[in-house]
């Protein structure tokens, strides 16, 4: 545990980390001669995200060595969102700097970035890979597209959503759900709660050791994803406004048609069934598909209210806590309950 008198950290680096065996003491390295100094206290929380080589030896090597490290070691492979937001709720500075641990982003930069958040006011300074390094095809053609779009449907202004490089204000993110894979959509999310955004360049390197671990698949997924946060970000509070307007609309629809044959049958006598049934039918679907839809949005909005208010519980689960966090009562943002959930009777070290 981190020394009660101790003043709590100032700026929190969260970097996940999964098979990165080949980068975890050069990245620590530049990471720590960068924020040594002039921006302390600090602390570096690195996520290993079950890594199956060398990656979490490295990092109980790095947090026995410095004290401002702390690991955490997730139970399963739970992909790069959800370890961020473990990296999140467990950060306890007043800055959030995140990264990957890839060395395909450069600490060099994060001066920068602090001054950008400094001077502007923003709640959020975003890096901007403007020119890119990677296969046009596989990767930067796609992400082009997924970025347009993810600026069209969001309304958020920004060129480069991909990149897990990012300075947030602590109130900012902690006030951003995380889960699947969203961790891309933050601005949005983040612009949806009144945050202020603000995009730099930033160098993209190319990756010095070890292999992607994302692909063409990841793109499909992206898209997906898109829908997934556009219906959030217009919908999340009022899902009947999204499921109402088709439901009424098939709804309507089959009962002027049932009607209509109601009214040939009773005045003019004729034999609906032979000669209009498919005609019946479709009013009947239509019917049946209105009153559907509209339960759905019904049963949306009961969700709506219960969900996320009612999850006391994390997405994770810890198996191991290495290095010094704050102990309870070291600051008023102190998130223990939450750790204690999460942590979950695992085993801890340091």
Known sequence: MRDQTAAPPRFSVVVPFHNEQESVVELHRQLSEVMTGKYEPVEFIYVDDQSSDATPQLLTKIAQEDPRV????????????????AGFDFASGDIIISMDGDLQHDPGEIPMMLQTLDTTGSDIVSGWRQKRVDNYILRR?????????????????????????KVYRRETIKDVPLYGEMHRFIPALAAWNGAKIVEVPIRNIVRPEGKSHYGISRTVRVFFDIITIRFLMRYMTRPLHFFGPPGLLGLFSGSVILLGLMIKKVFGQQPIFVEHGPLMVLGMMLCLFGVQILAVGLVGELLTRTHFESRENPMYRIELVQGNFPAPGTAERTVANLRSKAVASTPTAG
Not at 141 to 165: C, E, Q, Y
Request: aromatic share 10%.
């Open 70 to 85: 702390a690991v955490l070691r997730l139970k399963r492979n739970y992909g790069q969102t959800t370890a961020l937001a």
């Open 141 to 165: 053609l796609p992400s082009r597209v997924a970025n347009w779009m993810m600026a069209k449907l969001s309304g958020v202004n920004i060129h480069d959503f991909g990149t897990t490089f």
